[in-house]
Every structure is written in structure tokens, then in C-alpha cells.
């Protein structure tokens, strides 16, 4: 069908672009538009709100709750509703998309089982929540296949291929051994000519053992990535995010009275954007992308032919704007630990990376002053408490001689572009206008790359900060 000159994009659909009829119909709209120029490869997310509920079918099962069947009972009516909507019932695709819910239904009931019986455990987590994407891909592949069109597709799971490391929840992948196993086993599916495009299910893989892992948040948009990574060497590929947003902007729309598009961003630039506040991508998937300059785009599911989009590539485009972009997060929490002593205590900072690290704690920021008296860090709210009792509890930092101060009302704002490497005097500027408008700047961080300047501000300051530099540097004209 296609006269695809070795070109391959791999589409990610999330689950707001399989809610109904009409949205499937808008998916089947998008193959079309591509199919003739290129292979495809199609990820896709669980129906919206799948995940959560699956989530709480695990967690019920382990407090015996009688809740249980009536969520499977809820997960189940979710997918028969979309079934009975969107195929015609006398296509034997209707027939096949049944069986194969009922089939994955009473799986999941016989787990729900064995998670009464045995201790909770992350692993058995991860499968439950794994049937999501498997039923949605099997549906969404089903349906390609129902349609008058002739384009004929292929369901895989990505745990057949995707191989992560054993930390359920939030796993990582193993690229090379990956990679092997897509060129030996999906290339063939390709290029075959019985086949027009692959659905393969995103957020989840398996270990080396075939433990069922997930990926974590973003974890479809990572699969996108992964797939595209491994078959670089095969063909010409591309990745579209298809989201129901534009692409990134150069603010949070929330916070910034003003706003643009970002037309073209480097993937230096994406992953500092997306670590600091901008939920469109996850860094990890973009780090992904950048291994092999994939490019990327992050294209609006609504309006699929318009111009207005985001295209992320290893090129650092060079223009008059030196800051290409100003987040936020707006909800954090300041941790500050002081004390003479830890000039004569060599390690300070390793012991205190060491003990956040090992309780899954993710730092955004870090500050020390250079006499080595304090360490300033930031972490995510909800870690507070947790990080508190760590602190107090330890055997180095509990001790007296160490000052620990937590902060709940402050807030993070990261000024970003790659021209700043090349601009003397951005930092100081920053400061200056942050002044002039009576925003006190708590604690600084700046990265080698010099590629952002992260600002620690009182929460109260957080809109009026971001406004005032997005006025003094992005919008001059």
C-alpha cells in the first residue's frame, strides 16, 4: 500500500484520542494521512482513566476489599461500551475484540486472586496494570482492521520485546538487548507484505526473567522512543506525540499571562523544559530520542494538518531569542542543612545523596554555598515529611551539629535556552529585573551546560517572577 522509501514514523496515541467513536474515527484519519508516504507503527496508551482504576483493582485486592469485582466490573463495561460503539457487530473483528476482553478479564480476576493470598509486591502491580495498554492496543488494532480501507494491522505486545531492568514501577530500558530482539523479530513483521502497520502496546516491557515491568509516568511516550531508537539502523524514522496539546510553549499557560508556541526546540532544551515543569514529554524519553537524533514532533490530535506544532531535533537552532523559554514549579519544598562541621567532614554531600536516592527521592535542584557550611536542595512537596524523618533519623545528619531547615512555601522557576552559553551577562540581568520588581531570590543553581539558570522564590512571587522575566526576555518586541 505504501511507497514508503524507508521511511518509518512510530505514532503515539494517548488515551484522550481513544475515548469514542468519533476519536477512533480521528486515529483512522491520521494512519490514513501517513500510510502512503511511510510504515507505520502505532503505541498507544490505555483508555483514559484505565490506568488508575487498575491501580485500585491491585491495591483493593490487597486489603480484601469486596470493591474488587465491582472495578473489574467498571474496566470491563469501559472497554464492552467502546467495543459496541465503535465496530460494526457483524465484523469479526466485534467477535475477536470480545473474546479477547473476556479472556483478559478473568486473567485479571484469578491475579486479583493471587495478590490475596500472597504479600503485596510491586511486580504483580505491574502486570495488572500492564492489561490497560494490552486491551486498548488489541481493540485499536482490531479496529484498523474492521475498516472498509483494505490497511491490514498487527498486535504486538512490548513485553515480547521490550526489555527493562527489574525496577517495577518505574524501569528502564535495556536498549541494546532491545534493540536485537526488534530487528530479529519485527523487522520481519515490517516488511512483510501481508502487514501494513504494527500496534504495539505502550508503558510496559519485561525483564530478562519475563517479569512484566512499567515504564512510569510518560512510560507510552518512552515506548514511542525505544521502538523508534531500535530500528534507526533499518530506516528513516520519526516519532509524533499525538497530544491534545499544541507542542511545547515558551511558559505555563497557568502561570504566564503571555505564551508562543515553540516551533523548533533542540533536545537539550526539551529535556531541560521538561525536568523543569512541562508536562508534554518525559525527560527520559527525550533522552532516548537524542541518542540517535531522532527527530520528533509533537503534533495537536484535534487539528492533525495544522502547521502549528513542535519539532524536537539534535540541532541547537541559533536565533534572536537567547532564552527560548521560562518554567516554573510552583509547589516545591526547600531543604536546608547547615553546619561548621561539614568543612572537616569529607562525603557530606554523597552520604546525603545516598540516603535520599535509596528512598526513591528525586532532588530538582541543589545549591552549596562555597565555604561548604550548607547544602540547599529542593524536592517535590509531598516528599517533605518523608525527607524530614530521613534527616532527623540518620545516623550523620540526626546528630546536633547539623541544622536542618524546611521551607514548604517556595517555588522554582527555571529561565532555559541554549543562547545563553554564548551571551555574557544573562545571569546578572535575570537578577537585576527580578530586583527592581521586589522579588527576593532565596537560593541559585546553574548547571555546567550554562544552559539554564534555576531561581528559588517565595511561592507568593512565583506568577509575578515568571511574568516579569517573560516580559523582559521573550516578548521585548
Given at each position: 500500500m505504501s511507497h514508503y522509501n524507508g521511511n518509518l514514523i512510530v505514532m503515539k496515541f494517548g488515551g484522550s484520542c481513544l475515548q469514542d467513536a468519533k476519536s477512533f474515527n480521528q486515529t483512522m484519519k491520521i494512519i490514513q494521512m501517513y500510510i502512503k508516504e511511510s510504515k507505520l507503527i502505532i503505541v498507544?496508551?490505555?483508555?483514559?482513566?484505565?490506568?488508575?482504576?487498575?491501580?485500585?483493582?491491585?491495591?483493593?485486592?490487597?486489603?480484601?476489599?469486596?470493591?474488587?469485582?465491582?472495578?473489574?466490573?467498571?474496566?470491563?463495561?469501559?472497554?464492552?461500551?467502546?467495543?459496541?460503539?465503535?465496530?460494526?457487530?457483524?465484523?469479526?473483528?466485534?467477535?475477536?475484540?470480545?473474546?479477547?476482553?473476556?479472556?483478559?478479564?478473568?486473567?485479571?480476576?484469578?491475579?486479583?486472586?493471587?495478590?490475596?493470598?500472597?504479600?503485596?509486591?510491586?511486580?504483580?502491580?505491574?502486570?495488572?496494570?500492564?492489561?490497560?495498554?494490552?486491551?486498548?492496543?488489541?481493540?485499536?488494532?482490531?479496529?484498523?482492521?474492521?475498516?472498509?480501507?483494505?490497511?491490514?494491522?498487527?498486535?504486538?505486545?512490548?513485553?515480547?520485546?521490550?526489555?527493562?531492568?527489574?525496577?517495577?514501577?518505574?524501569?528502564?530500558?535495556?536498549?541494546?538487548?532491545?534493540?536485537?530482539?526488534?530487528?530479529?523479530?519485527?523487522?520481519?513483521?515490517?516488511?512483510?507484505?501481508?502487514?501494513d502497520l504494527i500496534c504495539i502496546t505502550g508503558f510496559y516491557g519485561s525483564t530478562k526473567d519475563k517479569k512484566i515491568t512499567t515504564l512510569g509516568r510518560g512510560g507510552t511516550d518512552l515506548t514511542a522512543a525505544i521502538v523508534a531508537y531500535c530500528l534507526k539502523s533499518k530506516y528513516n524514522v520519526k516519532v509524533i506525540y499525538w497530544k491534545d496539546v499544541r507542542g511545547f510553549l515558551n511558559a505555563d499557560p497557568r502561570i504566564s499571562k503571555k505564551t508562543a508556541l515553540l516551533k523548533n526546540i533542540s533536545y537539550i532544551e526539551a529535556k531541560e523544559l521538561a525536568f523543569f515543569g512541562s508536562k508534554v514529554l518525559h525527560p527520559v524519553c527525550l533522552d532516548v530520542n537524542e541518542k540517535r537524533s531522532i527527530p520528533s514532533e509533537i503534533r495537536t490530535f484535534e487539528n492533525p494538518e495544522s502547521e502549528e506544532f513542535t519539532t524536537i531535533t539534535k540541532e541547537v537552532i541559533r536565533d534572536e531569542k537567547i532564552i527560548k523559554a521560562i518554567t516554573s514549579i510552583e509547589r516545591l519544598s526547600m531543604v536546608t542543612i547547615e553546619s561548621g562541621t561539614m568543612i572537616s567532614l569529607p562525603g557530606t554531600v554523597s552520604k546525603l545523596f545516598s540516603l535520599l536516592g535509596n528512598d526513591n527521592i528525586n532532588i530538582k535542584f541543589i545549591s552549596q554555598s562555597s565555604s561548604e557550611n550548607n547544602i540547599t536542595f529542593g524536592i517535590d512537596i509531598e516528599d517533605a515529611m518523608k525527607v524530614s524523618f530521613l534527616l532527623r533519623n540518620s545516623d550523620l545528619f540526626g546528630k546536633q551539629w547539623f541544622n536542618i531547615k524546611i521551607d514548604h512555601d517556595i517555588s522554582l522557576i527555571a529561565v532555559i535556552g541554549a543562547g545563553m552559553l554564548h551571551t555574557p551577562g544573562i545571569a546578572g540581568k535575570v537578577f537585576t529585573t527580578l530586583g527592581n520588581n521586589n522579588i527576593n531570590v532565596r537560593a541559585i543553581a546553574q548547571g555546567s551546560s550554562e544552559l539554564n539558570i534555576t531561581i528559588i522564590v517565595e511561592r507568593k512571587d512565583c506568577r509575578k517572577a515568571v511574568n516579569v522575566l517573560y516580559d523582559a526576555f521573550i516578548n521585548q518586541s
Open positions: 498507544t496508551s490505555a483508555l483514559k482513566g484505565i490506568t488508575d482504576k487498575l491501580i485500585n483493582f491491585y491495591k483493593k485486592s490487597c486489603d480484601e476489599a469486596t470493591e474488587c469485582e465491582y472495578l473489574l466490573e467498571n474496566i470491563y463495561n469501559m472497554h464492552k461500551n467502546t467495543i459496541d460503539e465503535i465496530f460494526n457487530e457483524n465484523k469479526p473483528e466485534y467477535n475477536d475484540s470480545l473474546d479477547f476482553l473476556d479472556d483478559n478479564i478473568e486473567e485479571l480476576s484469578q491475579l486479583g486472586r493471587i495478590v490475596r493470598l500472597l504479600r503485596p509486591s510491586m511486580d504483580i502491580q505491574d502486570i495488572i496494570v500492564s492489561y490497560g495498554e494490552k486491551l486498548s492496543t488489541f481493540i485499536v488494532s482490531q479496529y484498523i482492521n474492521s475498516q472498509e480501507c483494505g490497511i491490514k494491522s498487527q498486535f504486538i505486545s512490548s513485553d515480547e520485546f521490550i526489555i527493562t531492568d527489574d525496577n517495577f514501577g518505574r524501569a528502564l530500558p535495556l536498549l541494546d538487548e532491545t534493540e536485537e530482539l526488534f530487528i530479529k523479530n519485527v523487522i520481519p513483521i515490517l516488511e512483510s507484505d501481508a502487514i
